[in-house]
């Protein structure tokens, strides 16, 4: 049994190969970009609204108020990013109840570029808001002593990003190829369904957690309090 997709090769010819990781990658996104296509090609703002339309703005809802607990001021700003993080997660966690599927992001080529996705987006977001000077300071915070361990930081929570993603859902599709050879009826339905609670888990916990890196990057930094007038 292949412990990543990245060993389900599909085409190859010299050093091309098109393997299960970016077969399934590509069709994902066809899916969300022609479903999204199909689902807001006829918007309405009045109450006479198609159940599409309520799915979609419960969903966007939603991951609108999550990310404003988090801490962010104006949550929509990062919605669009954070939104296509969630969606394209859960929905690769979800197919998995397709047969001969196998999600993405049991690879850790995904899950190490969707990471190094939220390793960008942090600065970028966080430069946006403070300034290249103010966002800088922040790693010579609270002194400039913890500079190499912010630095570090900032790797290792990359790092962690993808490979909790990547060990979570490779683990669980091992499972239930096991349970497959062995019990090929009962648990593999039940280690099914609790793949897809994990799934849609974890894609929670990883969208949740880039919310959190965008919430201290673009935090405004304190001013310091100037010293009282001699009297």
């Not at 002593?145 to 979570?168: D, Q, Y």
């Amino acid at each position: 049994m292949p412990l990543s997709p990245d060993q389900v090769v599909f085409w190859h010819h010299g050093f091309l190969k098109i393997n299960a990781t970016i077969a399934f990658t590509w069709v994902l996104i066809l899916v969300l970009g022609i479903g999204s296509k199909i689902l807001t090609r006829k918007l309405s703002t009045g109450i006479d609204r198609s159940r599409w339309q309520n799915l979609l703005e419960i969903i966007v809802t939603s991951i609108n108020q999550q990310v404003g607990e988090v801490g962010i001021p104006h949550p929509e700003k990062y919605l669009g990013f954070l939104g296509t993080l969630f969606l394209f997660v859960a929905m690769a966690n979800l197919g998995t109840i397709i047969p001969g599927y196998t999600p993405p992001t049991a690879s850790l080529s995904t899950t190490a570029a969707l990471a190094l996705c939220v390793f960008v987006a942090v600065p970028l977001f966080g430069i946006e808001e403070q300034g290249m000077r103010g966002y800088l300071a922040s790693y010579l915070e609270p002194t400039v002593i913890m500079l190499p361990f912010n630095l570090i930081s900032e790797l290792s929570r990359t790092l962690a990003l993808a490979v909790r993603l990547f060990g979570n859902m490779m683990s669980g599709t091992m499972i239930i190829g096991i349970l497959l050879t062995i019990t090929p009826f009962v648990f593999p339905i039940i280690m099914t369904s609790l793949g897809l609670l994990t799934g849609m888990v974890q894609a929670y916990i990883f969208s949740i957690l880039a919310a959190v890196y965008i919430a201290a990057a673009t935090r405004a930094r304190k001013p310091t309090p100037e010293a009282a007038p001699a009297s």
